[in-house]
């Protein structure tokens, strides 16, 4: 069965740091492109980073220069570093993987995903 779980979320002070993982199981992640993605309350779930199965990054406009998606093979799992958080940043954020190895930004061209795990910031 394949599976993405996602841990790390929880509760920072704005200008804080928190490092998400998303361990992959059923699958060799190595060979997908995997996204985080996150979804704040009352909005659609909006792209945050992506990287390719050739370690090609891209991230969205909001999050350049504070966060950095990465992989370590060994462990099946992709991580996203979070820094200089910002209230603005708090949603449920989600792991995906798309079995095209190229990264996307749209939320249709992944093909698994995880459950989300809660990131709070406070101002």
């Known amino acids: 069965q394949v599976q993405l779980v996602e841990s790390g979320g929880g509760l920072v002070q704005a200008g804080g740091s928190l490092r998400l993982s998303c361990a992959a199981s059923g699958v060799t992640f190595s060979n997908y492109a995997a996204g985080w993605f996150r979804q704040a309350p009352g909005k659609g779930r909006e792209f945050v980073a992506y990287i390719s199965q050739n370690g090609y990054t891209s991230y969205a406009d909001s999050v350049k220069g504070r966060f950095t998606i990465y992989r370590d093979n060994a462990k099946n799992t992709v991580y996203l570093q979070m820094n200089s958080l910002k209230p603005e940043d708090a949603a449920v954020y989600y792991c995906?993987?798309?079995?095209?190895?190229?990264?996307?930004?749209?939320?249709?061209?992944?093909?698994?995903w995880g459950q989300g795990t809660q990131v709070t910031v406070s101002s």
């Open positions: 995906a993987g798309n079995r095209s190895t190229v990264g996307h930004t749209a939320i249709y061209k992944y093909d698994i």
